[in-house]
T-cell receptor, first 110, second 113 residues
Framework: DAKTTQPNSMESNEEEPVHLPCNHS???????IHWYRQLPSQGPEYVIH???SNVNNRMASLAIAEDRKSSTLILHRATLRDAAVYYC???????????FGKGITLSVRP | DTAVSQTPKYLVTQMGNDKSIKCEQN?????MYWYKQDSKKFLKIMFS???????INETVPNRFSPKSPDKAHLNLHINSLELGDSAVYFC????????????FGSGTRLTVV
């Protein structure tokens, strides 16, 4: 019952931009789009979230399609430390149940 | 100063045993969660507590019982452990009234032999 779909994996070169796509075609009007990442042997960590407008923070940018049925996480300059599993999920707020699919495994080549 | 801490980090035990995993958060968050991550990396929510009250209880065997003595702690007790319970269990917390997201602990790797 995954609410989002992502490619299984993606490769990038170090210091190049990375665009990680996510489809969430059943998103409701009040759901936020959240991105988390999980480094090896660690718990998931928050990356970014948004509702309708594109968002930027020190870690990444989030580009949200006008119909909100898809979004793209943008890492402007990939580093080796960005190699992780990136999860896209949707939810209405802090107390909504966030469910996570398999995520997309990002590999970064030196 | 860890925000969400879980103990133990690793737990190896035999089938049929009873074990507990502890979780504490020092963020002042109102809601805490337990997630299970299986070998295929799916993260599935098990339970959620808000201010010591159970608000989410997914389809989890009743061998799993969460306990929240106060809003900073959420422990997970598992009775009669089975091989299929082997997984990584993550505790998380979040603050009410904001979509800021969850803070996860570093996980407890449970291996049932």
């Amino acid at each position: 019952d995954a609410k989002t779909t992502q490619p299984n994996s993606m490769e990038s070169n170090e210091e190049e931009p990375v665009h990680l796509p996510c489809n969430h075609s059943t998103i409701s009007g009040t759901d936020y789009i959240h991105w988390y990442r999980q480094l090896p042997s660690q718990g998931p960590e928050y990356v970014i979230h948004g509702l309708t407008s594109n968002v930027n923070n020190r870690m990444a940018s989030l580009a949200i399609a006008e119909d909100r049925k898809s979004s793209t996480l943008i890492l402007h300059r990939a580093t080796l430390r960005d190699a992780a599993v990136y999860y896209c999920t949707t939810g209405a707020g802090a107390n909504s149940k966030l469910t996570f699919g398999k995520g997309i495994t990002l590999s970064v080549r030196p | 100063d860890t925000a969400v801490s879980q103990t133990p980090k690793y737990l190896v035990t035999q089938m049929g045993n009873d074990k507990s995993i502890k979780c504490e958060q020092n963020l002042g968050h109102d809601t805490m969660y337990w997630y299970k991550q299986d070998s295929k990396k799916f993260l599935k929510i098990m339970f959620s507590y808000n201010n010591k009250e159970l608000i989410i209880n997914e389809t989890v065997p009743n061998r799993f019982s969460p306990k929240s003595p106060d809003k900073a702690h959420l422990n997970l007790h598992i009775n009669s452990l089975e091989l299929g319970d082997s997984a990584v269990y993550f505790c998380a917390s979040s603050q009410d009234l904001t979509p800021r997201g969850y803070t996860f602990g570093s996980g407890t790797r449970l291996t049932v032999v």
